[in-house]
């Protein structure tokens, strides 16, 4: 059975390798840098399945003590689900790719929460819904600045002293009254 792209996409572990390949171009070795907890048989089996669909891509292969080391990067086109596609699609498909979304945001606690020792206010975890109200014009500012507020640090290499974090965004505007 044929995955969707929304399927291969956000899979838990490959969302993850996506996550690690933005702006940059990394070997197997260099993601097991970003993702320790994965398997490297684990990691190859992703990295196929999204090379396969062509959502990554080999850049670079560079001669390693007898064997070849790829370097993989994302296919710019193809490692987002387009703005036409999230268009064509049905609102059960809708639902289908927000509950992807929530589980894999849901692993994410779940996995922090399973630590022996974890700490909710040291550890500065959140989670907050707040309701505000903006014009069309307003919302797109607000959005922009976010934007640039992450960018900022989104491409950050990971250090002994940087911790990992996870920030979804979720933007859900009131049903229209129509």
Known sequence: MN??????ILHPVRMRILQ???NQRLSV????EFLPDVPQATLYRHLKKLSDAEIIHVVDEIPNRGTVEKIYALQADNAVISPN?????SSDEHMTLFIKFMANILGEFENYTKQDNYNILE?????RQANIYLTDEEFANVTKEMAGALTKVLYNKPTTER?????ATIMIPEPRGD
């Open 3 to 8: 995955e969707s792209k929304s399927d291969l």
């Open 20 to 22: 690690s390949l933005i």
């Open 29 to 32: 070795q260099q993601l097991k």
């Open 85 to 89: 596609e999230i268009a064509n699609m």
């Open 123 to 127: 550890d500065g975890v959140s989670f």
């Open 163 to 167: 911790k990992r974090r996870t920030f």
